[in-house]
């Protein structure tokens, strides 16, 4: 592409800093595990002071030529500091090219996102300088200020504050994965939802942490937020407002009913039970295991006050399905409250059991199954009422709406 080109896509944030990451618009999955149905992007910023030029977070290894040729497009020569706020690829493993490119450039990071550069092969020790919390560098007519901010979701996170232009820079923390070529949230209830989805993926397990940054970062004036994924924030209160909700206890008036079915005995019991809590006033989510978005899933559980586990049983157990969506919810460590499992059996096995003992990171309570033999009778359909009448119960009891 011609330089004319690229210099168009490059987008000023504030005098002298300047967006110059990469949009992946077409990939579609993340660490082998998390579906990206819109995309990503790597957000790199470039801030040239009056005596020391930074780079803040680098790009994955895939876009590299990206970013060097918005670098090349804009003239740089030199950079002194690339700031690594985290060591994980999609904002590190452009780091070798760079720093062939740029030689005299030092690698800025926390003492853990260093070692992983290392350990990753990345960088060597004669190019990294660890930064502290709350120490400050001069760029000449501006600086910088790291916070320390580890178990964003790695233990190696610091967020960068440019208190002259009163930008945050947070790399993952309120970030999305959403490709766009809006350089800001200017449709927040899209980027609502895709931030939503992104803080359950990858922070929800943290969640005492997040509170603790949201803490930290709340006395700082700020006029834009800027994350290493997605749009940036020219109304910080939207995000930080969104990640207060989210990582706060509260919890909303809502299951989410996860099931798989191979005979249709567990589907008609799934219907049956969501029908019984819409009409006692309760929100639910239902996902078909066999055709799903875990990234839904995840997104779902954020605030999801109740969890219903539906599966049949096979090979004497629970549907392999219904085990990874619990081992699933499991790892990502929703405030869900309350569980249950409804199913069926030809000739019994372990099903309820394998559930259960899958879930012990949540604290949850939970209400008696209904598990049909075969095909549900009427006294399973009764014991899915009594399921509903005390899932209304215990959300009305928690005042939530
Ligand atoms: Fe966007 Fe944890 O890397």
């Given at each position: 592409?011609?330089?004319?080109?690229?210099?168009?896509?490059?987008?000023?944030i504030?005098?002298?800093v300047?967006w110059?990451?990469?949009?992946?618009?077409?990939?579609?999955?993340?660490?082998?595990?998390?579906?990206?149905?819109?995309?990503?992007?790597?957000n790199s910023y470039?801030i040239?002071?009056?005596?020391?030029?930074v780079l803040i977070d680098?790009?994955?290894?895939?876009?590299?030529?990206?970013?060097?040729?918005?670098?090349?497009?804009?003239?740089?020569?030199?950079?002194?500091?690339?700031i690594?706020q985290h060591?994980?690829?999609?904002h590190?493993?452009?780091?070798?090219?760079?720093?062939?490119?740029?030689?005299?450039?030092?690698?800025?990071?926390?003492?853990?996102?260093?070692?992983?550069?290392?350990?990753?092969?990345?960088?060597?020790?004669?190019?990294?300088?660890?930064?502290?919390?709350?120490?400050?560098?001069?760029?000449?007519?501006?600086?910088l200020q790291f916070i320390?901010a580890?178990?964003?979701?790695?233990?190696?996170t610091i967020f960068t504050y440019l208190?002259?232009e009163?930008i945050l820079f947070t790399c993952d923390f309120l970030g999305?994965?959403?490709?766009?070529?809006?350089?800001?949230?200017?449709?927040?209830?899209?980027?609502?939802?895709?931030?939503?989805?992104?803080?359950?993926?990858?922070?929800?397990?943290?969640?005492?942490?997040?509170?603790?940054?949201?803490?930290?970062i709340?006395?700082?004036?700020m006029?834009v937020i800027a994350p290493s994924?997605?749009?940036l924030?020219?109304?910080?209160?939207?995000?930080?407002?969104?990640?207060?909700?989210?990582?706060?206890?509260?919890?909303?008036?809502?299951?989410?009913?996860?099931?798989?079915?191979?005979?249709?005995?567990?589907?008609?019991?799934?219907?049956?039970?969501?029908?019984?809590?819409?009409?006692?006033?309760?929100?639910?989510?239902?996902?078909?295991?066999?055709?799903?978005?875990?990234?839904?899933?995840?997104?779902?559980?954020?605030?999801?006050?109740?969890?219903?586990?539906?599966?049949?049983?096979?090979?004497?157990?629970?549907?392999?399905?219904?085990?990874?969506?619990?081992?699933?919810?499991?790892?990502?460590?929703?405030?869900?409250?309350?569980?249950?499992?409804?199913?069926?059996?030809?000739?019994?096995?372990?099903?309820?059991?394998?559930?259960?003992?899958?879930?012990?990171?949540?604290?949850?309570?939970?209400?008696?199954?209904?598990?049909?033999?075969?095909?549900?009778?009427?006294?399973?359909?009764?014991?899915?009422?009594?399921?509903?009448?005390?899932?209304?119960?215990?959300?009305?009891?928690?005042?939530?709406?």
């Open positions: 592409m011609d330089k004319d080109k690229i210099m168009a896509l490059i987008r000023e504030k005098p002298g300047k110059v990451g990469a949009i992946d618009w077409d990939r579609r999955l993340f660490d082998a595990l998390i579906p990206l149905p819109e995309g990503t992007s790597y470039l040239q002071g009056s005596e020391k030029t680098a790009v994955d290894e895939s876009m590299v030529d990206v970013l060097q040729g918005n670098l090349l497009a804009l003239g740089i020569k030199r950079i002194d500091y690339i690594a060591a994980e690829q999609d590190s493993g452009s780091l070798k090219r760079l720093l062939d490119l740029y030689p005299d450039a030092k690698v800025l990071g926390s003492a853990r996102c260093l070692d992983l550069l290392m350990l990753f092969g990345l960088v060597s020790q004669d190019r990294v300088k660890e930064v502290k919390d709350d120490e400050k560098i001069s760029l000449g007519d501006r600086s320390i580890p178990w964003v979701h790695w233990p190696d208190a002259e009163r999305s994965h959403l490709a766009s070529s809006d350089l800001y949230a200017s449709d927040e209830a899209v980027v609502y939802r895709a931030a939503k989805r992104y803080y359950a993926e990858i922070m929800m397990p943290f969640r005492q942490n997040i509170n603790r940054h949201l803490a930290r709340a006395d700082l004036p006029d994924h997605g749009p924030y020219a109304r910080p209160e939207f995000i930080l407002d969104a990640y207060r909700d989210w990582a706060s206890d509260r919890v909303k008036n809502q299951v989410v009913l996860p099931y798989v079915s191979m005979h249709e005995s567990t589907r008609i019991m799934v219907g049956y039970l969501v029908d019984a809590l819409i009409s006692r006033g309760v929100g639910v989510r239902q996902f078909d295991l066999t055709n799903y978005d875990a990234g839904e899933l995840a997104e779902s559980l954020v605030d999801a006050a109740t969890v219903v586990i539906g599966t049949p049983t096979i090979l004497a157990g629970a549907h392999p399905l219904a085990l990874y969506a619990a081992i699933l919810a499991n790892a990502l460590r929703p405030k869900t409250r309350y569980a249950s499992i409804i199913g069926s059996f030809g000739w019994g096995g372990k099903m309820l059991e394998q559930i259960t003992v899958a879930l012990p990171n949540l604290k949850l309570q939970f209400f008696d199954p209904v598990v049909a033999k075969g095909h549900p009778k009427e006294a399973d359909f009764q014991g899915l009422d009594r399921l509903a009448d005390e899932i209304a119960a215990k959300h009305r009891e928690l005042k939530i709406a």
